[in-house]
Each structure stands twice: as structure tokens, then as C-alpha cells.
């Protein structure tokens, strides 16, 4: 037995350390003020959502109506789009029905293709749309000028355009979800940009006061990084518990709840522990960078020049994973879904908008691996630049061993 603790047992006192000294410090209490700061990039990134959300979610009208006037409408829509511009609905062919054959569109919109706000069915003379009240309120107008177009009775006569309002449709519900991701995402940025800082500071503090010399005598280097990160992850979730119950306690005596935001497709109660989960897996990947950042620079100036490029990195990650929201399945989100430090958020973003549980199994199995091999480069790359106890230190050991053994006869 050697007496030194594992790796284990050495990184839970060092975070049990490193906790207490960081919850119970006067800077601590300044801390929790600095959510206030963020608040400025929350708004611009809402803008860029906004463009986001334009791009992705524009809702299609369907048609289900017999094979001639389907027919007539495509073209009439064709013809009309040029002219209308942006107010111009995407055509989708949903059924080419038989004489007095009927279609069941409440039916469509719930569980048919999900860009599809809204179905017009009938005939050319006397057409129906059915969907959600604000579609209806924005189509009805270009559905009848469709179907004036398709009888070619131009903008002479329009027919009247009954309207059948229905609760929801899938479109809503995807536009719904995607809101919930954005936001999702964006808080777990801020979040994420805003605690991962305290690693890096107290990395440096202890470096500049010769206490990471001593850790690294007496335990695995190793346990040394693991321990500081899941310290400041836990200090992390403390300031997480505070800004929570007090932004929550502001937004409900305003009289404001979460059935403003449409719900996750997985649920809330799992969608507010998947994000936790990523949470912590995004502060852990970007922590461990810090770490190694930390560890090599000498002064607080280098660790302001080499942290400033992460820093860059990370927002670029965050708009990247944001933009894979508007191209779910496209190579682009698998893109960011596979890369480490965007998978957190491309994965939370799928949360909102995919019910399926096993990918969030395989993503997090896969972001722990990414941590592990942060935290063990990150030691190695310390131990053999700053302790110098890797290869090159060895060598020098020897080297100098050998000098002290020549040396010492011409002494005696």
C-alpha cells in the first residue's frame, strides 16, 4: 500500500475544498449580481432567433380537394406567387379526393406532415380552410384569390371562404417547440459562459500562491482537475438555485408562468432534468478547456490572451448549434450534435422538439467520454509543462544525477 489516495477519493476532497472556500467567500455574494450583465446578449441573440424561426417554420396550406381543382390551385399559386411575395402560402397536396369522398382534416393537421398550419378543402366555388383561428385570419384573404385565379375569373369575383377553426395543428406545435429550444439554448449559454470563469480564476489564484504545486505533490494531477471542476459545478448550481427562485419568484407575481412557452415534446419534468444534465456537460467541457488554459499561463494577462479565443469559439458553437434548429436532420445538426461542445445545446434543442429518450442516453455518454479526455490531456499537458514530470523532466533528472556522480570524485 502506498497511502495516496485514488484518484477518486482525492478529487471529492479537493471539490469538498474547493467548495467551501468558494460558497462561503465574500466575492461569492458579488457574484450572484452577475446575471444582470448577460441580459444584453439574451437580446441579441432573441433577434437572431426571430430570423431563425423565419427560415424553419414557415407554415404550409394544404389542399385536399378532388384531382382537377388541386390541380388548379397548384397552378393558380404558381402563377399568384410571383405577385403576392412573401404573403404567397406554400402549396402542399395533401389528398386528390374522389367525387363526395370526404377528408378528415382536423385529423391531418394533428398527425400529418409538420409544416402544415392549415387545410382548404371543398370546392373552387364554395372552398373551406380549416386550422387555428390566426391562420384562418391571415389565409383567408390569399385562399380566395387562389381559387378566383384557379376558375379564371382573375380578381373579378371572389368566392365567399368558410372557415373551420380547430384548436391547434401540428405547425403551431412545431413553431411552439422551436421557441422553447431557442430559449433553451440561450439560457443555457448565458449560463454556461457565465460560471465557467470561476474555474479559470481559481485555478490561476491558487497557481500564483504555489497551492497547485502542493495538491499535485501529494495527489494524482488528475484529481486535482476533477475535483476543481465538479466544485465549481456544484458552486455553479447553487448560483443556478438562487437566480432561480428569485427570476421565478419576480415572473409569477407578475402573473406570468411556463404555458407561455409551448411545451418540450418530452415533457417539462424531463426536459428541465435533461437540462440539467447538459448543463452540467456543457460546464464540464468548457471547464476542463479553462482548466488546461489556466494551468499554462503564467500571469493573469496570459490567461486573458488565451481565454479570449475560447471565449469566441463558444459563442460561435452557440450560434452554429442555434442555427442546426432550423434543419432537424440535416447534416448540419448531426454536425452539431456530434461536435463535444455543441452537443449540449444541438441535444436540448432535440429535447424540446423529439420525444425519443435513447439519443439523449447515447449523447450524454458521449459528451462524459469527451470530459474525460479534456481533464486527462489537460493533466498531462501540466504535469509535463509546468511540473516538468513527464519525459523531458525525467531526462533532465538523469542528466543531472549523472553530473553529481562525475563531479564527485574530483571533490573527494
Wanted: charged letters at 15%.
Amino acid at each position: 500500500m502506498s497511502g495516496r489516495l485514488s484518484t477518486l477519493a482525492a478529487a471529492v476532497v479537493v471539490a469538498r475544498r474547493d467548495f467551501s472556500a468558494v460558497l462561503f467567500s465574500r466575492s461569492f455574494l458579488l457574484f450572484l449580481l452577475g446575471p444582470l450583465f448577460p441580459l444584453v446578449v439574451a437580446g441579441l441573440a432573441t433577434g437572431v432567433g426571430q430570423k431563425v424561426e423565419q427560415k424553419a417554420a414557415r407554415p404550409a396550406l394544404g389542399i385536399a380537394m378532388q384531382a382537377a381543382d388541386a390541380d388548379a390551385m397548384l397552378r393558380a399559386g404558381a402563377q399568384l406567387g410571383p405577385r403576392l411575395g412573401n404573403a404567397a402560402p406554400e402549396l402542399v397536396v395533401l389528398a386528390r379526393l374522389e367525387p363526395h369522398q370526404r377528408f378528415d382534416a382536423e385529423s391531418a393537421l394533428r398527425g400529418g406532415r409538420s409544416n402544415v398550419a392549415a387545410v382548404v378543402t371543398g370546392t373552387l366555388g364554395r372552398p373551406v380552410i380549416v386550422g387555428p383561428q390566426p391562420q384562418l385570419d391571415g389565409w383567408a384573404g390569399p385562399v380566395a384569390l387562389l381559387a378566383a385565379q384557379a376558375q379564371d375569373h382573375g380578381l373579378a369575383a371572389f368566392p365567399p371562404v368558410k372557415q373551420v377553426p380547430t384548436i391547434t395543428s401540428s405547425a403551431s406545435e412545431r413553431i411552439g417547440q422551436m421557441r422553447t429550444a431557442q430559449a433553451a439554448q440561450t439560457l443555457l449559454f448565458l449560463l454556461t459562459m457565465l460560471l465557467a470563469g470561476m474555474v479559470l480564476s481559481n485555478l490561476v489564484e491558487e497557481k500564483a500562491n504555489k497551492i497547485i504545486e502542493i495538491l499535485a505533490a501529494a495527489i494524482p494531477m488528475d484529481a486535482v482537475f476533477l475535483g476543481k471542476l465538479f466544485a465549481m459545478l456544484a458552486v455553479s448550481f447553487v448560483g443556478i438555485a438562487v437566480w432561480g427562485l428569485s427570476i421565478g419568484g419576480l415572473l409569477l407575481a407578475g402573473g406570468r408562468s411556463l404555458d407561455e412557452l409551448a411545451a418540450p415534446a418530452v415533457g417539462w419534468p424531463m426536459f428541465v432534468a435533461l437540462g440539467t444534465a447538459y448543463f452540467a456537460m456543457a460546464y464540464l467541457l468548457l471547464g476542463s478547456v479553462f482548466l488546461t488554459i489556466g494551468s499554462m499561463a503564467a500571469t493573469v494577462r496570459d490567461v486573458q490572451t488565451l481565454s479570449m479565443p475560447v471565449t469566441m469559439l463558444q459563442l460561435l458553437v452557440f450560434f452554429f448549434a442555434s442555427y442546426a434548429v432550423a434543419l432537424p436532420g440535416s447534416t448540419i445538426e448531426w454536425a452539431a450534435v456530434l461536435i463535444p461542445f455543441s452537443s449540449p445545446f444541438a441535444m436540448l434543442a432535440r429535447a424540446a422538439q423529439h420525444p425519443d429518450l435513447v439519443q439523449h442516453a447515447l449523447a450524454l455518454g458521449w459528451q462524459t467520454a469527451w470530459v474525460a479526455l479534456f481533464v486527462r490531456s489537460g493533466a498531462r499537458l501540466f504535469r509535463r509543462k509546468v511540473m516538468k514530470s513527464g519525459p523531458a523532466g525525467r531526462r533532465g533528472r538523469k542528466g543531472l544525477l549523472a553530473r553529481l556522480r562525475g563531479a564527485r570524485p574530483q571533490a573527494l
